[in-house]
């Protein structure tokens, strides 16, 4: 792969929430641009004005600035071929698509949209592909200039050679051979003046500069068009890398139809941005060792596009959830308490609980920031339960135990003074108050974190909470747990 002055562009459409397909096509280019001291260029193609979708170009940024993807050229910060949104270069499409037929490389079609419906229905009734029979292919030029003139509506078609073949080369499958009989004359300008997605490709990123394009295997069919225009202006092919589709199952792709393929929908499930990049990179990709745990930096310096699969990737949830799990637990602890923080304060406002302590039982736990919320519930208020969470038949803890056993451990925490209210003494004063009991720690530890949580599952046990929650809300609640018992 040629590695010299390397650019490569990642160029979205606008029309909605960022699909992790596009933010996976997005993840290669910049890789492939840092990897080889290159530049990243955003580009926003926003020619098909049906599917356009107002504040789609803010989703666009705000993404791959999430993600760390920042470009080095782009619509908000200017560079040396722009302008960068294509709907602001149309003049420029024009005159290449013209040019294209001065060389006869290119014509004008008048044929209406009456005239392409009923063709196309004669095809599909005769169950052939529907494609242009290069009616005004062969127009002179004199009928040429009579329509034109006359200020008839037309399109400019590519005109694909008839016979002989065309082959492009790509990275991962090799060189590839079509017949041109096989190939339609495509629209590359369209009536109302604007480029169709592939002409304006083409055009864009040869003035551009672009080296490499990462794009779907679905546009493998399209490539040799595009060779086929980069020969007629005699300008360089990039090197093409298509990747495979990413698929919810062996049948189906993800859909943004069925709900389990935007970006913003794993960031709101509780997925670590950094550690969602990092699947995505493995949807289709597979590194050289036994790794699989990757910041960004990481990936730059692992990747190889040769690594990349020419089979589709299964997308899964389970094993996503594990890196997920794996990101967050091996966080340090103040990037973990920053992400953890505003999942914490959905439930927990209070300013007196121990955030350091609370965050340092949460992290070893911790899948999904989501979970965070339902854990923590219990800190700021202790709601009703009922007196079976004091039942344990491993400790042999009942109501009535558990009630000699939180006199107690009051006896121990009011014994405990402000300053000294540490996790160490915490944990060595309600140990040693287990042995002089003659009884396990969970004897006493397991009612103690019943009545301070008022939940079966918590995060972290006894000693923890009356550490999160401090000395006197920890008394408190050791008070209501006898109170309920007695």
């Known amino acids: 792969m040629e590695q010299k002055n390397v650019r490569t562009r990642f160029a979205p459409s606008p029309t909605g929430f960022m699909h992790i397909g596009n933010l996976r096509t997005a993840l290669y280019t910049y890789i492939i641009a840092k990897k080889y001291g290159g530049k990243f260029i955003l580009r926003i193609e926003d020619t098909d004005r049906e599917r356009y979708v107002d504040g789609a170009i803010d989703v666009i940024y705000d993404t791959l600035r999430a993600c760390g993807l920042n470009w080095d050229e782009g619509p908000d910060i200017g560079g040396p071929v722009g302008p960068y949104i294509q709907s602001e270069r149309m003049g420029i499409f024009k005159q290449y698509a013209e040019e294209l037929v001065k060389m006869g490389k290119a014509y004008y079609c008048f044929c209406t949209k009456e005239r392409m419906d009923k063709l196309h229905e004669e095809q599909r009734a005769k169950g052939l592909t529907n494609a242009y029979d290069r009616h005004c292919r062969n127009l002179s030029p004199d009928e040429v200039k009579r329509l034109l003139d006359a200020g008839t509506p037309y399109v400019i078609r590519q005109k694909v050679p008839l016979d002989g073949t065309t082959t492009f080369h790509d990275e991962l499958y090799g060189d590839i051979t079509v017949p041109n009989a096989d190939l339609d004359d495509q629209i590359l300008l369209k009536a109302d003046g604007m480029p169709t997605y592939n002409f304006a490709n083409v055009v864009d990123d040869h003035l551009m500069g672009i080296t490499h394009v ?252 009356a550490v999160i929650l401090g000395r006197e809300e920890t008394i408190a609640r050791v008070k209501k747990g006898i109170e309920k018992l007695s």
């Not at 062996?250 to 709900?259: F, N, P, Q, V």
């Not at 720690?441 to 103690?448: K, M, R, S, V, Y």
Request: net charge negative; with cysteine; aromatic share 10%.
């Open 214 to 465: 990462v794009r779907g295997n679905e546009y493998l069919s399209s490539a040799p068009k595009y060779n086929l225009l980069y020969e007629a202006f005699g300008w360089d092919v990039p090197c093409y890398i298509h990747v495979e589709h990413i698929m919810r199952d062996a049948a189906h792709k993800l859909s943004k139809r069925d709900g389990d393929a935007y970006f913003g929908d794993f960031v709101e499930a509780g997925y670590y941005i950094p550690a969602i990049l990092n699947y995505i990179a493995l949807l289709g990709w597979a590194p050289k060792g036994e790794n699989e745990i990757f910041t960004l930096e990481q990936l730059t310096e692992e990747f190889d596009i040769h690594g990349l699969s020419k089979s589709p990737a299964i997308f899964d949830p389970v094993k996503m959830k594990a890196i997920n799990a794996e990101w967050l637990r091996n966080l340090p602890h103040e990037k973990f308490k920053e992400a953890a923080l505003p999942y914490i304060r959905k439930t927990c406002r209070s300013e007196s609980v121990n955030l350091d302590a609370l965050v340092k039982v949460l992290q070893p736990r911790a899948e999904l920031l989501t979970d965070i919320p339902e854990r923590v519930d219990f800190i700021d208020e202790l709601r009703e339960y009922s007196t079976d969470l004091y039942f344990n038949k491993k400790m042999k803890t009942t109501p009535e135990t558990s009630l000699e056993a939180l006199k107690a451990a009051l006896a121990v925490f009011e014994g405990i003074s402000e300053a000294d209210w540490t996790p160490e003494n915490v944990h060595d004063t309600l140990t040693a108050e287990a042995e002089r009991l003659g009884v396990k720690a969970g004897w006493l530890l397991l009612p103690i974190r019943a009545a301070l949580s008022g939940k079966l599952s918590t995060p972290g046990g006894g000693v923890e909470l």
